[in-house]
T-cell receptor, first 113, second 113 residues
Framework: SQQGEEDPQALSIQEGENATMNCSYK?????LQWYRQNSGRGLVHLIL?????REKHSGRLRVTLDTSKKSSSLLITASRAADTASYFC?????????????FGGGTRLMVKP | DVKVTQSSRYLVKRTGEKVFLECVQD?????MFWYRQDPGLGLRLIYF???????EKGDIPEGYSVSREKKERFSLILESASTNQTSMYLC????????????FGQGTRLTVV
């Protein structure tokens, strides 16, 4: 069963604009992570936010977490054409065996030059 | 550079064949994962291993088995390949313990004809 669901499924913006992607999940978590995937390649870790954190920054990335609403958002500021990729949220659930990561369906971001 | 290496980028197999997908990591990670990725469905966990010879079923284990005889190697086996197993397969590894990121291989695109 999918734990996370991203919204929107696809997003198209102009270079320089901000991109916001949202993730909702179902069960209690230890942490939530965001990954990026270039077309046809493996996933690359972007940022991890723990369940007791509300906001985290890394370069042009800003992640928020609202555990009461079971949701997170990823903001990419001042987007570039090179940011074109799919973005996935993944949750490390409290009741997982070991540290299983459960992924959502992803958001396809296109940044037009 | 940390590395997760999948043995093949592309594979074409016939229906009914036994298929082995190999994954090797050089980070001494305890956890290893196999996911399949299909359009619109995101990443779905097939199997997870948290130690040598240990495994846990993920969301979609039917038609698959796994082997972890050495810490660095995690194999996914399709006992009798079927066309509905045509997909992108992604291997990942992570350290044991909470709040750790996963490292992904480049993926194997398997086509069963």
């Amino acid at each position: 069963s999918q734990q996370g669901e991203e919204d929107p499924q696809a997003l198209s913006i102009q270079e320089g604009e901000n991109a916001t992607m949202n993730c909702s999940y179902k069960t209690s978590i230890n942490n939530l992570q965001w990954y990026r995937q270039n077309s046809g390649r493996g996933l690359v870790h972007l940022i991890l936010i723990r369940s007791n954190e509300r906001e985290k920054h890394s370069g042009r990335l800003r992640v928020t977490l609202d555990t009461s609403k079971k949701s997170s958002s990823l903001l990419i500021t001042a987007s570039r054409a090179a940011d074109t990729a799919s973005y996935f949220c993944a949750t490390d659930g409290v009741n997982n065996a070991g540290n299983m990561l459960t992924f959502g369906g992803g958001t396809r971001l296109m940044v037009k030059p | 550079d940390v590395k997760v290496t999948q043995s093949s980028r592309y594979l074409v197999k016939r229906t009914g064949e036994k298929v082995f997908l190999e994954c090797v990591q050089d980070m001494d990670h305890e956890n290893m994962f196999w996911y399949r990725q299909d359009p619109g469905l995101g990443l779905r966990l097939i199997y997870f291993s948290y130690d040598v010879k240990m495994k846990e079923k993920g969301d979609i284990p039917e038609g698959y088995s796994v082997s972890r005889e050495k810490k660095e190697r995690f194999s996914l086996i399709l006992e009798s390949a079927s066309t509905n197993q045509t997909s992108m397969y992604l291997c990942a590894s992570s350290m044991r313990g909470g709040n750790t990121e996963a490292f992904f291989g480049q993926g194997t695109r398997l086509t069963v004809v």
